[in-house]
T-cell receptor, first 116, second 114 residues
Framework: EAGVAQSPRYKIIEKRQSVAFWCNPI?????LYWYQQILGQGPKLLIQ????????DSQLPKDRFSAERLKGVDSTLKIQPAKLEDSAVYLC??????????????FGPGTRLTVL | AQSVTQPDIHITVSEGASLELRCNYS??????LFWYVQSPGQGLQLLLK??????LVQGIKGFEAEFKRSQSSFNLRKPSVHWSDAAEYFC????????????FGSGTRLSIRP
């Protein structure tokens, strides 16, 4: 079974530029998550989708971050404009929608963003 | 407030030695508990989880963890580590509610001494 795919793997931009990340979850997984992992910290949930609806975006900085999952499959996360503190690894994960928070989340390899 | 603490930032053990990684959580309700491993350049992989029942849970790669309610702890153990176990380990907690999400600890980096 194919895992969660993310691209690009690495991205370097200057502050105030925009950037977009793409995620393709495991086939059949209804729930998709975007996490931000700053160096030396654990992942922090930015947004959770169930199919193409938003379940939780309470920790998404909505003035600069946006995410969509238009057809309930692939998802994109965008930052515009980027700040230095956005330097982090952005992880995408997916899970079946069977047992809520108890469902196993499967993680992609992440996109490492460096903002100069 | 709900939180997860991994007090050890970095641990080094010799190959073949036993391992225990510590995890403590706050908040009174019975939690759902997880341990994930992250190898360099890879995503997180679930090692084991606890929801209810037997407080000693077995996971993949020879790992186990024990839930101790009185200590609010969920420590990860392995009797004999291998060089391939070198990685970052994250404890994570969730609490039952309609709006629950997983909260991750800050991680413990494990190095293996040959």
């Amino acid at each position: 079974e194919a895992g969660v795919a993310q691209s690009p793997r690495y991205k370097i931009i200057e502050k105030r530029q925009s950037v977009a990340f793409w995620c393709n979850p495991i086939s059949g997984h209804a729930t998709l998550y975007w996490y931000q992992q700053i160096l030396g910290q654990g992942p922090k949930l930015l947004i959770q989708f169930q199919n193409n609806g938003v379940v939780d975006d309470s920790q998404l900085p909505k003035d600069r971050f946006s995410a969509e999952r238009l057809k309930g499959v692939d998802s994109t996360l965008k930052i515009q404009p980027a700040k230095l503190e956005d330097s982090a690894v952005y992880l995408c994960a997916s899970s079946l929608d069977v047992a809520g928070v108890r469902d196993e989340q499967f993680f992609g390899p992440g996109t490492r963003l460096t903002v100069l | 407030a709900q939180s997860v603490t991994q007090p050890d930032i970095h641990i080094t053990v010799s190959e073949g030695a036993s391992l225990e990684l510590r995890c403590n959580y706050s908040y009174g309700a019975t939690p759902y508990l997880f341990w994930y491993v992250q190898s360099p350049g890879q995503g997180l992989q679930l090692l084991l989880k606890y929801f209810s029942g037997d407080t000693l849970v077995q996971g993949i790669k020879g790992f186990e963890a024990e839930f101790k309610r009185s200590q609010s702890s969920f420590n990860l153990r392995k009797p004999s580590v291998h060089w391939s176990d070198a990685a970052e380990y994250f404890c994570a907690v969730a609490w039952y509610s309609s709006a629950s999400k997983i909260i991750f600890g800050s991680g413990t980096r494990l190095s293996i001494r040959p």
